[in-house]
């Protein structure tokens, strides 16, 4: 086997640790990033160095940003004294492409986990729960995925905060828009009857 061949199976390795990339997938992206290298795989991995150089996370929130401060924690206008509690930056994007909120982020960074032993001080709740006096929070919205791990970590952060005079929420769950009641799984269905409202 020589070098080049070991130069891009080790391409291949790495690009197989990319979620939803198995090794298939990754032995097709890299052929095609090696056919493409002039056009595509040179200003990929210029752009990659820049970005790994420059972004960072946000000293406030836990979002990535290319200074201390992400463009919503920088900006004055989102200080509605709501913020919005996610457990990765990705779920920051989700809620930010919706449009709908206003307020602020805090990504813990994951969940609690007591088989992994992932604790509160491993995730971002300590600053999180700082964040609340100092900048003056009315509402704390845990938008937590609807795993044990998500809500374990919800119930922790709402009894942390329970006394502190500010108002803790979750996200409604239950039937999705366009939904169909026999292709939805049995907890699904317990949450929106729980969650029920009237017409």
């Not at 990339?21 to 095609?32: C, D, F, K, Q, T």
């Not at 919706?98 to 992932?118: N, Q």
């Amino acid at each position: 086997m020589t070098s080049t061949t070991d130069e891009i199976e080790a391409l291949i390795a790495l690009l197989a640790r990319l979620p939803g990339l198995g090794p298939r997938s990754a032995r097709r992206a890299a052929l095609y990033l090696i056919r493409k290298r002039g056009p595509l795989m040179a200003p990929l991995a210029t752009l990659m160095a820049h970005v790994a150089e420059t972004v960072r996370e946000c000293a406030t929130c836990g979002n990535f940003a290319t200074t201390d401060l992400c463009d919503i924690c920088a900006n004055p206008a989102r200080a509605t004294g709501e913020i919005c509690v996610v457990e990765d930056v990705a779920d920051l994007w989700a809620i930010e492409r919706g449009r709908a909120f206003k307020g602020r982020y805090h990504v813990l960074g994951g969940t609690l986990s007591a088989l992994e032993a992932v604790g509160p001080d491993d995730l971002g709740i300590p600053r999180l729960l700082a964040r609340i006096p100092a900048e003056g929070l009315r509402e704390v919205i845990l938008a937590l995925n609807a795993t044990v791990e998500g809500q374990t970590t919800a119930h922790y952060i709402a009894d942390a905060l329970a006394g502190s005079g500010v108002s803790v929420t979750g996200l409604a769950q239950g039937v999705p828009i366009g939904g169909e009641l026999d292709y939805l799984d049995d907890g699904t269905i317990l949450a929106a009857l729980r969650a029920r409202h009237q017409f």
